[in-house]
Nanobody, 124 residues
Framework: VQLQASGGGLVQAGGSLRLSCAAS????????SGWFRQAPGKEREFVAA????????NYADSVKGRFTISRDNAKNTVYLQMNSLKPEDTAVYYC??????????????????WGQGTLVTVSS
């Protein structure tokens, strides 16, 4: 299984970015997907998750109302639309894939494959 994250970059506070994560190696539509992030000097944290069908999503409180996770099972891709970005959103963003537990997996151990990360930098 390979997960390829892309779409990171430098953006000003208040701006938007859309991250993509293209998956290959197993049937994408049968697994849950999620996004996590790790800021400099901090532990990796949950950002957003989506069930295999896309009918349920889960968000960290810090991004609720600003970020939207979605997926296109025909394209084997999960997205993270990030709006109203803040400097504290600066981090390496990782996509992950794992068994679907029905509510949107929030915990790292619920995922068995991870992408390489894409850097998002938000300037003030």
């Amino acid at each position: 299984v390979q997960l390829q994250a892309s779409g990171g970059g430098l953006v000003q506070a208040g701006g938007s970015l859309r991250l993509s994560c293209a998956a290959s190696g197993r049937t994408f539509g049968t697994y849950a997907s999620g996004w996590f992030r790790q800021a400099p000097g901090k532990e990796r944290e949950f950002v957003a998750a989506i069930t295999r069908s896309g009918d349920s999503t889960n968000y960290a409180d810090s991004v609720k109302g600003r970020f939207t996770i979605s997926r296109d099972n025909a394209k084997n891709t999960v997205y993270l639309q990030m709006n109203s970005l803040k400097p504290e959103d600066t981090a390496v963003y990782y996509c992950a894939q794992g068994p679907d537990y029905g509510l949107g997996n929030k915990r790292e151990y619920e995922y068995d494959y991870w992408g390489q990360g894409t850097l998002v930098t938000v300037s003030s």
